[in-house]
């Protein structure tokens, strides 16, 4: 599922993947005061079966927690997607679930994961909302990498350039000139910005 198979990136998948299971059972089953998982299956990737952590991180952290998960395994078991492979009934959820899942895509190292379950907002802007940026703010900053943490809400509008910022989920948002994006007061994240960025910005 993700473009590089480093064990860096697989350590963000691993975060993702736990909060996205996390949020799958309570957003589906949460009404239930007990809910046993009996099975987890993944798609097979042989450098996640084989990695320190994954196979068994996230159903350990999830036990661990205060909450009414009962996993009744204790790894995740890897099946084909390609069902006259893996001889496996659950192949042909797999090839499903790949269809429909978020859409992932490496850009210079930095992996994006698309999903609805993030504090970042990338859209077009409506005439109304570009012409109340013309008394804000200007920032401008040349290619580079650091990290940040946002104290409040903040909204720009890209004027030029081209940058990703990641979460500390592993959740990610590409933009460049044209963009409204939005970024939720509580946010830590990493700014990667290949083409130096002119935005116009307004907190709170």
Not at 97 to 111: G, M, P, Q, Y
Not at 119 to 127: A, F, G, I, N, S
Not at 176 to 197: M, N, P, R, Y
């Amino acid at each position: 599922m993700f473009g590089s198979k480093n064990p860096e990136s697989i350590n963000i998948y691993n975060r993702f993947f736990r909060s996205a299971l996390e949020y799958s059972l309570r957003k589906f089953f949460g009404q239930y005061k007990r809910i046993r998982i009996l099975e987890i299956y993944h798609d097979y990737d042989t450098a996640k079966e084989r990695h320190e952590y994954f196979p068994w991180h996230s159903i350990k952290v999830l036990n661990d927690k205060q909450n009414n998960f009962l996993f009744m395994t204790d790894k995740i078991e890897f099946i084909d997607s390609k069902h006259h492979v893996s001889k496996n009934e659950y192949s042909h959820l797999i090839q499903y679930i790949d269809l429909i899942s978020n859409f992932i895509v490496d850009v210079n190292n930095i992996v994006c994961i698309y999903n609805p379950i993030r504090m970042m907002k990338v859209k077009k802007p409506t005439d109304k909302e570009i012409q109340q940026t013309q008394q804000w703010a200007t920032w401008t900053k040349g290619p580079s990498s650091f990290p940040w943490f946002y104290t409040e809400k903040e909204t720009c509008f890209i004027l030029s350039g081209k940058a990703d910022v990641m979460d500390d989920k592993g959740n990610c948002i590409s933009f460049e000139a044209g963009d409204w994006v939005e970024f939720s007061q509580g946010l830590t994240c990493t700014w990667k910005i290949h083409e130096t960025i002119k935005k116009r910005y307004n907190f709170g």
